[in-house]
């Protein structure tokens, strides 16, 4: 993409969506470290277990649904 034949509204719609890219890669990034680190307690093997499955989904929901709350609470202050 050639910057210099963007105008002004094409190149903020662009950089808007740059930025929700680098937000979402930063927000998978650390929800696996953060449930990785709750839920494999041990050296993984070849599968999980059903335990930390459970614990791995449980622990992305939370995550996911904490994000929706954050981001609904941010979009009401505007």
């Not at 989904?57 to 929706?68: E, F, I, T």
């Given at each position: 993409?050639?910057?210099?034949?963007?105008?002004s509204?094409?190149?903020?719609?662009?950089?808007?969506?740059?930025?929700?890219?680098?937000?979402?890669?930063?927000?998978?990034?650390?929800?696996?470290?953060?449930?990785?680190?709750?839920?494999?307690?041990?050296?993984?093997?070849?599968?999980?277990?059903?335990?930390?499955?459970?614990c791995?989904?449980?622990?992305?929901?939370?995550?996911?649904?904490?994000?929706?709350?954050?981001?609904?609470?941010?979009?009401?202050?505007?």
């Open positions: 993409m050639d910057p210099s034949a963007l105008n509204a094409e190149l903020q719609q662009f950089i808007s969506q740059e930025k929700q890219k680098a937000m979402l890669n930063e927000m998978v990034a650390k929800l696996t470290n953060v449930c990785w680190d709750k839920c494999i307690t041990g050296t993984p093997g070849s599968k999980f277990s059903s335990s930390e499955s459970s791995l989904s449980n622990c992305a929901q939370r995550y996911m649904d904490l994000s929706v709350i954050i981001m609904k609470r941010f979009q009401s202050m505007h």
